[in-house]
Protein backbone atom coordinates (compact mmCIF):
# COMPACT_ATOMS: atom_id res chain seq x y z
CA UNK A 1 0.00 0.00 0.00
CA UNK A 2 3.03 2.20 1.12
CA UNK A 3 4.87 1.10 -2.13
CA UNK A 4 1.71 2.03 -4.22
CA UNK A 5 1.40 5.63 -2.69
CA UNK A 6 4.86 6.09 -3.07
CA UNK A 7 4.15 5.40 -7.30
CA UNK A 8 1.88 8.17 -6.96
CA UNK A 9 3.45 10.59 -5.41
CA UNK A 10 6.03 9.91 -8.14
CA UNK A 11 3.35 9.66 -10.87
CA UNK A 12 2.41 13.04 -10.00
CA UNK A 13 5.87 15.01 -9.32
CA UNK A 14 6.65 13.75 -13.04
CA UNK A 15 3.43 14.78 -14.45
CA UNK A 16 4.46 18.41 -13.04
CA UNK A 17 7.64 18.27 -14.54
CA UNK A 18 6.40 17.17 -17.99
CA UNK A 19 3.97 19.85 -18.00
CA UNK A 20 6.90 21.89 -16.78
CA UNK A 21 8.88 20.93 -20.32
CA UNK A 22 6.37 21.22 -22.34
CA UNK A 23 6.12 24.85 -20.89
CA UNK A 24 9.75 25.40 -22.14
CA UNK A 25 9.67 23.30 -25.50
CA UNK A 26 6.08 26.21 -26.43
CA UNK A 27 9.13 28.67 -25.63
CA UNK A 28 11.37 27.51 -27.52
CA UNK A 29 9.51 26.86 -30.33
CA UNK A 30 7.59 30.49 -29.90
CA UNK A 31 11.58 32.27 -29.56
CA UNK A 32 12.53 30.35 -32.94
CA UNK A 33 9.40 31.52 -34.91
CA UNK A 34 9.99 35.23 -33.65
CA UNK A 35 13.65 35.20 -34.67
CA UNK A 36 12.70 33.48 -38.62
CA UNK A 37 10.24 36.26 -38.59
CA UNK A 38 12.21 39.14 -37.20
CA UNK A 39 15.30 38.46 -40.03
CA UNK A 40 12.77 38.15 -42.63
CA UNK A 41 11.00 41.62 -42.11
CA UNK A 42 14.41 43.10 -42.42
CA UNK A 43 15.30 41.16 -45.57
CA UNK A 44 11.69 41.53 -47.47
CA UNK A 45 11.14 44.17 -49.30
CA UNK A 46 7.99 45.73 -49.03
CA UNK A 47 7.68 44.74 -45.37
CA UNK A 48 4.61 43.34 -45.60
CA UNK A 49 4.14 40.37 -43.21
CA UNK A 50 1.23 37.85 -42.48
CA UNK A 51 -0.50 38.93 -39.50
CA UNK A 52 -2.19 36.19 -37.65
CA UNK A 53 -5.33 37.40 -36.19
CA UNK A 54 -7.23 34.19 -34.72
CA UNK A 55 -9.19 31.22 -35.56
CA UNK A 56 -6.78 30.37 -38.40
CA UNK A 57 -7.50 33.80 -40.03
CA UNK A 58 -4.63 35.60 -40.97
CA UNK A 59 -4.03 39.37 -43.05
CA UNK A 60 -1.52 40.90 -44.83
CA UNK A 61 -0.26 44.09 -42.99
CA UNK A 62 2.81 46.55 -43.42
CA UNK A 63 5.48 46.48 -40.81
CA UNK A 64 5.84 50.50 -40.30
CA UNK A 65 9.40 50.14 -38.09
CA UNK A 66 10.63 46.55 -38.49
CA UNK A 67 14.17 47.69 -37.18
CA UNK A 68 12.59 48.72 -34.02
CA UNK A 69 11.16 45.99 -32.06
CA UNK A 70 9.74 45.88 -28.62
CA UNK A 71 10.67 43.03 -26.03
CA UNK A 72 9.54 41.62 -23.16
CA UNK A 73 12.45 40.94 -20.96
CA UNK A 74 11.21 39.96 -17.86
CA UNK A 75 9.82 41.38 -14.97
CA UNK A 76 7.03 42.34 -17.11
CA UNK A 77 8.74 45.03 -18.48
CA UNK A 78 9.11 45.95 -22.08
CA UNK A 79 11.65 47.70 -24.25
CA UNK A 80 12.63 48.92 -27.44
CA UNK A 81 15.53 47.07 -28.86
CA UNK A 82 17.11 47.03 -32.39
CA UNK A 83 15.79 43.93 -34.90
CA UNK A 84 19.01 42.38 -34.57
CA UNK A 85 19.77 43.21 -30.39
CA UNK A 86 16.04 41.54 -30.19
CA UNK A 87 17.37 38.55 -32.06
CA UNK A 88 19.72 38.33 -30.23
CA UNK A 89 17.90 38.29 -27.05
CA UNK A 90 15.69 35.83 -28.42
CA UNK A 91 18.45 33.50 -28.90
CA UNK A 92 19.96 33.75 -25.55
CA UNK A 93 16.76 33.15 -23.78
CA UNK A 94 16.27 29.76 -26.01
CA UNK A 95 19.77 29.00 -24.64
CA UNK A 96 18.72 29.44 -21.17
CA UNK A 97 15.69 27.92 -21.76
CA UNK A 98 17.85 24.69 -23.55
CA UNK A 99 19.50 24.39 -20.21
CA UNK A 100 16.76 24.61 -18.09
CA UNK A 101 15.39 21.90 -20.29
CA UNK A 102 17.92 19.88 -19.53
CA UNK A 103 18.03 20.32 -15.91
CA UNK A 104 14.20 19.54 -15.73
CA UNK A 105 14.75 16.33 -18.13
CA UNK A 106 17.33 15.05 -15.79
CA UNK A 107 15.25 15.29 -12.61
CA UNK A 108 12.37 13.93 -14.73
CA UNK A 109 14.74 10.86 -15.29
CA UNK A 110 15.39 10.17 -11.73
CA UNK A 111 11.86 10.29 -10.97
CA UNK A 112 11.06 7.78 -13.64
CA UNK A 113 14.09 5.54 -12.30
CA UNK A 114 12.33 5.42 -9.06
CA UNK A 115 9.25 5.06 -10.39
CA UNK A 116 10.49 2.01 -12.53
CA UNK A 117 12.80 0.53 -8.43
CA UNK A 118 9.52 0.67 -7.06
CA UNK A 119 7.50 -1.29 -9.85
CA UNK A 120 9.73 -3.73 -9.99
CA UNK A 121 9.50 -4.40 -6.19
CA UNK A 122 5.65 -3.94 -6.40
CA UNK A 123 5.32 -6.70 -8.96
CA UNK A 124 8.07 -9.07 -6.91
CA UNK A 125 6.01 -8.35 -3.88
CA UNK A 126 2.66 -9.34 -6.30
CA UNK A 127 4.48 -12.92 -7.23
CA UNK A 128 5.51 -13.43 -3.75
CA UNK A 129 2.12 -13.50 -2.70
CA UNK A 130 0.75 -15.41 -5.75
CA UNK A 131 3.32 -17.83 -4.64
CA UNK A 132 2.01 -18.37 -1.48
CA UNK A 133 -1.45 -18.56 -2.14
CA UNK A 134 -0.53 -21.63 -4.59
CA UNK A 135 1.19 -23.15 -1.69
CA UNK A 136 -1.65 -22.97 0.12
CA UNK A 137 -4.27 -23.92 -2.87
CA UNK B 1 21.16 27.48 -8.64
CA UNK B 2 20.44 30.91 -10.39
CA UNK B 3 23.50 30.08 -12.52
CA UNK B 4 22.06 32.30 -15.07
CA UNK B 5 21.88 35.40 -13.10
CA UNK B 6 25.81 34.71 -11.60
CA UNK B 7 26.70 34.58 -15.24
CA UNK B 8 24.98 37.86 -16.20
CA UNK B 9 25.89 39.57 -12.39
CA UNK B 10 29.71 38.51 -13.03
CA UNK B 11 29.63 39.97 -16.70
CA UNK B 12 27.84 43.43 -15.38
CA UNK B 13 30.60 43.41 -12.68
CA UNK B 14 33.21 43.21 -15.21
CA UNK B 15 31.66 45.94 -16.96
CA UNK B 16 31.14 48.05 -14.18
CA UNK B 17 35.05 47.37 -13.23
CA UNK B 18 36.29 48.32 -16.73
CA UNK B 19 33.69 51.69 -17.09
CA UNK B 20 35.89 52.58 -13.27
CA UNK B 21 39.06 51.39 -14.25
CA UNK B 22 38.41 52.80 -17.57
CA UNK B 23 39.18 56.18 -15.47
CA UNK B 24 42.72 56.45 -15.43
CA UNK B 25 45.20 58.66 -14.24
CA UNK B 26 44.88 61.69 -16.82
CA UNK B 27 48.27 62.44 -19.04
CA UNK B 28 50.82 64.41 -16.80
CA UNK B 29 50.47 67.32 -18.70
CA UNK B 30 46.86 67.65 -17.79
CA UNK B 31 47.15 68.39 -14.10
CA UNK B 32 49.70 70.90 -14.39
CA UNK B 33 47.30 72.60 -16.08
CA UNK B 34 45.93 73.83 -12.93
CA UNK B 35 48.40 75.19 -11.03
CA UNK B 36 46.46 77.94 -9.40
CA UNK B 37 46.00 75.82 -6.59
CA UNK B 38 48.37 77.22 -4.04
CA UNK B 39 46.62 80.32 -5.31
CA UNK B 40 44.51 81.75 -2.52
CA UNK B 41 42.54 83.96 -5.11
CA UNK B 42 42.20 81.34 -7.34
CA UNK B 43 40.99 78.83 -4.82
CA UNK B 44 38.28 81.27 -3.65
CA UNK B 45 36.87 81.40 -7.20
CA UNK B 46 36.94 77.42 -7.46
CA UNK B 47 35.25 77.32 -4.65
CA UNK B 48 32.62 79.61 -5.63
CA UNK B 49 31.94 78.21 -8.81
CA UNK B 50 31.79 74.32 -7.85
CA UNK B 51 32.64 73.45 -4.34
CA UNK B 52 34.01 70.40 -5.58
CA UNK B 53 36.72 71.46 -7.97
CA UNK B 54 39.21 71.86 -5.31
CA UNK B 55 38.84 68.74 -3.98
CA UNK B 56 39.09 67.34 -7.42
CA UNK B 57 42.29 68.90 -8.24
CA UNK B 58 43.47 67.90 -4.58
CA UNK B 59 43.15 64.10 -4.77
CA UNK B 60 44.05 64.07 -8.92
CA UNK B 61 47.11 66.26 -8.33
CA UNK B 62 48.19 65.51 -4.51
CA UNK B 63 46.83 62.60 -3.50
CA UNK B 64 46.93 60.69 -6.52
CA UNK B 65 43.01 59.65 -6.25
CA UNK B 66 40.38 59.44 -8.93
CA UNK B 67 36.65 60.50 -7.90
CA UNK B 68 34.02 58.09 -9.59
CA UNK B 69 31.31 60.71 -11.26
CA UNK B 70 27.77 59.14 -12.21
CA UNK B 71 29.19 59.66 -15.89
CA UNK B 72 31.80 56.96 -15.45
CA UNK B 73 29.35 54.17 -14.49
CA UNK B 74 26.04 55.38 -16.26
CA UNK B 75 26.69 52.89 -19.17
CA UNK B 76 27.51 49.99 -16.93
CA UNK B 77 24.30 50.82 -14.37
CA UNK B 78 22.29 51.14 -17.55
CA UNK B 79 23.68 47.58 -18.70
CA UNK B 80 23.11 46.54 -14.93
CA UNK B 81 19.62 47.39 -15.06
CA UNK B 82 19.26 45.50 -18.25
CA UNK B 83 20.68 42.53 -16.84
CA UNK B 84 18.50 42.29 -13.69
CA UNK B 85 15.14 43.12 -15.94
CA UNK B 86 16.55 39.94 -18.17
CA UNK B 87 16.75 37.58 -15.31
CA UNK B 88 12.92 38.58 -14.09
CA UNK B 89 13.81 40.72 -10.93
CA UNK B 90 11.35 43.14 -10.12
CA UNK B 91 11.40 46.33 -11.56
CA UNK B 92 11.40 48.32 -7.74
CA UNK B 93 13.67 45.99 -6.28
CA UNK B 94 15.94 46.82 -9.75
CA UNK B 95 15.90 50.47 -9.28
CA UNK B 96 16.71 50.13 -5.14
CA UNK B 97 19.68 47.54 -6.43
CA UNK B 98 20.88 50.19 -9.17
CA UNK B 99 20.46 53.41 -6.33
CA UNK B 100 22.39 51.83 -3.89
CA UNK B 101 25.07 50.79 -6.05
CA UNK B 102 24.99 54.36 -7.68
CA UNK B 103 24.98 55.74 -4.07
CA UNK B 104 28.07 53.34 -2.76
CA UNK B 105 30.37 54.13 -6.01
CA UNK B 106 29.85 57.32 -7.21
CA UNK B 107 31.55 60.13 -5.24
CA UNK B 108 33.96 57.30 -4.34
CA UNK B 109 37.63 58.00 -3.72
CA UNK B 110 39.71 55.47 -5.64
CA UNK B 111 43.24 55.37 -4.93
CA UNK B 112 45.71 53.91 -7.68
CA UNK B 113 46.20 50.36 -7.33
CA UNK B 114 43.32 49.93 -5.15
CA UNK B 115 41.14 47.05 -6.77
CA UNK B 116 38.24 48.11 -8.68
CA UNK B 117 37.30 45.06 -8.59
CA UNK B 118 36.68 44.89 -4.55
CA UNK B 119 35.22 47.92 -4.79
CA UNK B 120 32.24 46.85 -7.05
CA UNK B 121 31.85 43.67 -5.87
CA UNK B 122 31.47 45.38 -2.50
CA UNK B 123 28.99 47.64 -3.68
CA UNK B 124 26.98 44.93 -5.25
CA UNK B 125 26.75 42.78 -2.60
CA UNK B 126 25.87 45.96 -0.69
CA UNK B 127 22.95 46.72 -2.72
CA UNK B 128 21.94 42.66 -3.06
CA UNK B 129 21.94 42.20 0.72
CA UNK B 130 19.80 45.30 1.24
CA UNK B 131 16.83 44.06 -1.33
CA UNK B 132 17.46 40.58 0.21
CA UNK B 133 16.63 41.44 3.60
CA UNK B 134 17.81 39.78 6.96
CA UNK B 135 16.12 35.67 6.09
CA UNK B 136 14.16 34.31 8.86
CA UNK B 137 15.14 32.00 11.15
CA UNK B 138 12.96 29.58 11.98
CA UNK B 139 15.16 27.71 14.71
CA UNK B 140 15.51 31.07 16.86
CA UNK B 141 11.84 31.94 16.22
CA UNK B 142 10.54 28.07 17.86
CA UNK B 143 12.83 28.49 20.55
CA UNK B 144 11.80 32.16 21.36
CA UNK B 145 7.99 31.78 21.63
CA UNK B 146 5.19 30.13 23.39
CA UNK B 147 4.71 26.26 22.31
CA UNK B 148 3.23 25.25 19.99
CA UNK B 149 4.43 27.39 17.62
CA UNK B 150 1.40 26.95 14.82
CA UNK B 151 2.63 27.63 11.26
CA UNK B 152 0.03 27.73 8.48
CA UNK B 153 1.07 27.17 5.10
CA UNK B 154 -0.64 28.25 2.29
CA UNK B 155 0.18 29.10 -1.48
CA UNK B 156 -1.72 28.48 -4.93
CA UNK B 157 -2.15 24.99 -6.59
CA UNK B 158 0.88 22.70 -7.42
CA UNK B 159 3.87 24.58 -6.17
CA UNK B 160 5.46 21.85 -4.06
CA UNK B 161 2.97 23.12 -0.61
CA UNK B 162 2.69 19.68 0.54
CA UNK B 163 6.12 18.20 0.10
CA UNK B 164 7.62 21.79 1.68
CA UNK B 165 5.54 21.28 4.90
CA UNK B 166 7.42 17.60 4.64
CA UNK B 167 10.38 18.73 4.07
CA UNK B 168 10.00 21.69 6.77
CA UNK B 169 9.06 18.94 9.50
CA UNK B 170 11.93 16.62 8.65
CA UNK B 171 14.23 19.25 9.02
CA UNK B 172 13.21 21.13 12.44
CA UNK B 173 12.60 16.98 13.54
CA UNK B 174 16.30 16.45 13.02
CA UNK B 175 16.99 20.09 14.99
CA UNK B 176 15.45 18.22 17.76
CA UNK B 177 11.89 19.71 17.81
CA UNK B 178 8.26 17.69 18.11
CA UNK B 179 6.14 18.17 15.45
CA UNK B 180 2.93 17.35 14.14
CA UNK B 181 1.50 17.86 10.84
CA UNK B 182 -2.22 19.14 10.07
CA UNK B 183 -3.48 17.65 6.81
CA UNK B 184 -5.81 20.72 6.28
CA UNK B 185 -5.74 19.97 2.23
CA UNK B 186 -9.05 18.03 2.41
CA UNK B 187 -9.96 19.34 -1.19
CA UNK B 188 -7.59 17.73 -3.39
CA UNK B 189 -7.58 14.13 -4.02
CA UNK B 190 -4.93 12.19 -2.74
CA UNK B 191 -3.59 15.23 -0.98
CA UNK B 192 -4.34 13.47 3.07
CA UNK B 193 -2.77 10.08 1.80
CA UNK B 194 0.06 11.67 0.41
CA UNK B 195 0.90 13.91 3.20
CA UNK B 196 0.50 10.71 5.63
CA UNK B 197 2.90 8.99 3.70
CA UNK B 198 5.41 11.75 3.93
CA UNK B 199 4.76 12.20 7.56
CA UNK B 200 5.28 7.94 8.17
CA UNK B 201 8.00 8.62 6.18
CA UNK B 202 10.14 10.88 8.46
CA UNK B 203 8.14 9.97 11.53
CA UNK B 204 6.27 12.42 12.50
CA UNK B 205 2.53 12.12 13.97
CA UNK B 206 -0.35 13.80 11.61
CA UNK B 207 -4.03 14.34 12.56
CA UNK B 208 -6.32 13.65 9.35
CA UNK B 209 -9.52 13.89 8.82
CA UNK B 210 -11.58 12.41 5.86
CA UNK B 211 -11.31 14.11 2.17
CA UNK B 212 -13.77 16.92 2.14
CA UNK B 213 -14.11 17.23 5.61
CA UNK B 214 -13.88 21.04 6.98
CA UNK B 215 -9.64 21.93 7.43
CA UNK B 216 -10.50 24.31 10.01
CA UNK B 217 -11.78 21.17 12.32
CA UNK B 218 -8.66 19.19 11.40
CA UNK B 219 -6.57 22.23 12.10
CA UNK B 220 -8.08 22.48 15.68
CA UNK B 221 -7.61 19.51 15.93
CA UNK B 222 -4.12 19.43 15.52
CA UNK B 223 -3.43 22.40 17.69
CA UNK B 224 -5.44 20.89 20.40
CA UNK B 225 -3.52 17.61 20.35
CA UNK B 226 0.15 19.89 20.05
CA UNK B 227 -1.31 21.53 23.33
CA UNK B 228 -2.04 17.98 24.96
CA UNK B 229 0.71 16.29 24.05
CA UNK B 230 3.57 18.67 24.37
CA UNK B 231 4.76 19.61 20.83
CA UNK B 232 6.57 22.34 19.59
CA UNK B 233 5.49 23.07 16.57
CA UNK B 234 2.29 22.60 14.61
CA UNK B 235 2.78 22.89 10.47
CA UNK B 236 -0.28 23.12 8.92
CA UNK B 237 -1.01 22.02 5.50
CA UNK B 238 -4.07 23.82 3.40
CA UNK B 239 -5.33 23.14 0.46
CA UNK B 240 -4.19 25.48 -2.87
CA UNK B 241 -5.77 28.07 -4.02
CA UNK B 242 -5.44 31.26 -6.04
CA UNK B 243 -5.65 34.49 -4.37
CA UNK B 244 -8.88 35.51 -7.12
CA UNK B 245 -11.28 32.21 -5.76
CA UNK B 246 -13.09 34.40 -3.15
CA UNK B 247 -14.64 31.15 -1.69
CA UNK B 248 -11.54 29.73 -0.39
CA UNK B 249 -9.99 33.06 0.46
CA UNK B 250 -12.89 32.94 2.73
CA UNK B 251 -11.81 29.37 3.92
CA UNK B 252 -8.55 30.63 4.88
CA UNK B 253 -9.85 33.54 6.43
CA UNK B 254 -11.58 30.93 8.69
CA UNK B 255 -8.85 28.53 9.23
CA UNK B 256 -6.92 31.81 10.47
CA UNK B 257 -9.52 32.70 12.85
CA UNK B 258 -9.72 28.77 13.99
CA UNK B 259 -6.28 28.09 14.72
CA UNK B 260 -4.61 31.73 14.96
CA UNK B 261 -1.29 30.52 13.50
CA UNK B 262 1.61 31.98 14.80
CA UNK B 263 2.93 31.99 11.33
CA UNK B 264 1.27 32.21 7.86
CA UNK B 265 4.02 31.07 5.24
CA UNK B 266 3.33 31.31 1.72
CA UNK B 267 4.67 28.66 -0.30
CA UNK B 268 6.06 29.22 -4.36
CA UNK B 269 7.83 28.28 -6.50
CA UNK B 270 11.06 29.74 -7.77
CA UNK B 271 10.85 29.28 -11.46
CA UNK B 272 7.82 31.43 -11.35
CA UNK B 273 9.81 34.40 -11.58
CA UNK B 274 7.75 37.34 -11.41
CA UNK B 275 4.32 35.50 -11.32
CA UNK B 276 5.78 34.26 -7.82
CA UNK B 277 6.34 37.97 -6.30
CA UNK B 278 2.87 39.20 -7.84
CA UNK B 279 1.18 36.37 -6.16
CA UNK B 280 2.71 36.37 -2.96
CA UNK B 281 1.66 40.20 -2.59
CA UNK B 282 -1.93 39.41 -3.42
CA UNK B 283 -1.66 36.89 -0.83
CA UNK B 284 -0.02 38.95 1.96
CA UNK B 285 -2.65 41.60 0.86
CA UNK B 286 -5.58 39.37 1.42
CA UNK B 287 -4.74 36.93 4.19
CA UNK B 288 -1.16 37.72 4.91
CA UNK B 289 1.96 36.39 4.60
CA UNK B 290 4.94 36.34 7.67
CA UNK B 291 7.52 34.26 5.59
CA UNK B 292 8.14 32.84 1.74
CA UNK B 293 9.25 29.66 0.93
CA UNK B 294 10.39 29.79 -2.73
CA UNK B 295 10.57 25.80 -4.08
CA UNK B 296 12.27 24.53 -7.04
CA UNK B 297 15.02 27.27 -6.61
CA UNK B 298 17.45 24.61 -8.46
CA UNK B 299 15.59 24.45 -10.93
CA UNK B 300 15.34 27.98 -11.74
CA UNK B 301 18.21 29.78 -13.80
CA UNK B 302 17.12 33.40 -13.23
CA UNK B 303 16.91 33.78 -9.64
CA UNK B 304 14.38 36.82 -9.91
CA UNK B 305 11.55 35.85 -7.45
CA UNK B 306 14.34 34.91 -5.31
CA UNK B 307 15.75 38.53 -5.31
CA UNK B 308 12.39 40.22 -5.62
CA UNK B 309 9.86 38.75 -3.44
CA UNK B 310 11.41 39.79 -0.01
CA UNK B 311 12.13 43.31 -1.17
CA UNK B 312 8.75 43.48 -2.86
CA UNK B 313 6.30 42.46 -0.29
CA UNK B 314 7.91 43.37 2.48
CA UNK B 315 8.36 39.87 4.34
CA UNK B 316 11.29 37.42 4.58
CA UNK B 317 12.32 34.72 2.60
CA UNK B 318 12.79 31.77 4.71
CA UNK B 319 13.66 28.34 2.99
CA UNK B 320 14.39 27.42 -0.22
CA UNK B 321 13.55 24.21 -1.61
CA UNK B 322 16.59 22.63 -4.27
CA UNK B 323 15.22 19.13 -5.11
CA UNK B 324 13.50 16.08 -4.37
CA UNK B 325 14.49 14.70 -1.13
CA UNK B 326 13.46 15.50 2.28
CA UNK B 327 16.79 17.27 3.17
CA UNK B 328 16.62 19.30 0.03
CA UNK B 329 15.47 22.22 2.25
CA UNK B 330 17.73 24.88 2.84
CA UNK B 331 17.30 27.93 5.58
CA UNK B 332 17.61 30.88 2.95
CA UNK B 333 20.75 32.87 4.03
CA UNK B 334 21.07 36.22 2.19
CA UNK B 335 24.82 36.31 3.08
CA UNK B 336 25.60 33.24 1.26
CA UNK B 337 23.30 33.69 -1.61
CA UNK B 338 25.05 36.67 -2.72
CA UNK B 339 28.68 35.04 -1.72
CA UNK B 340 27.48 32.77 -4.40
CA UNK B 341 26.45 35.25 -6.78
CA UNK B 342 29.32 37.15 -6.93
CA UNK B 343 32.49 35.60 -5.10
CA UNK B 344 35.07 33.41 -7.53
CA UNK B 345 32.57 33.96 -10.84
Known amino acids: MMLQQYLKDYGQQAEIFVEQLNLLENGRMEAFAAIEALEAMVVADDNTVLLQIGGGASVRAKVLEPEKVLVAIGAEVVVERSNKDAVEFLKERIMEMEASQKRVSETLDKLRGQMTEINKRLEYGYQQSMAGHQEEE | MFGGLRERLQAARNRLSSSIGAVVAPPAAEPVVTPPITSDVSTEQAKSAAPSFVDKVKVLVLEREFIVSDKNIAEALSELEMTLLESDVALPVTDAIIAHVRKSLVGKHRKIGESVDAMVVSALKAALLQVLGKGFDLKEYITTHPRPVKILFTGVNGTGKTTSVAKIGSYLHKQGFSVVIGAGDTYRAGAIEQIAVHAERIGIKIIQHKEGADPSAVLFDTVQYAISHKIDVVLADTAGRFHNKS ?78 GYDDIIPFDPAGVVDELLDGA
Open chain 2, 247 to 324: NLMNQLEKIKRVMKPDLVVYVDEAVAGNDAVIRAAEFDRTVGADAIVLTKADMDSRGGAAISIAHTIGKPLMFLGVGQ
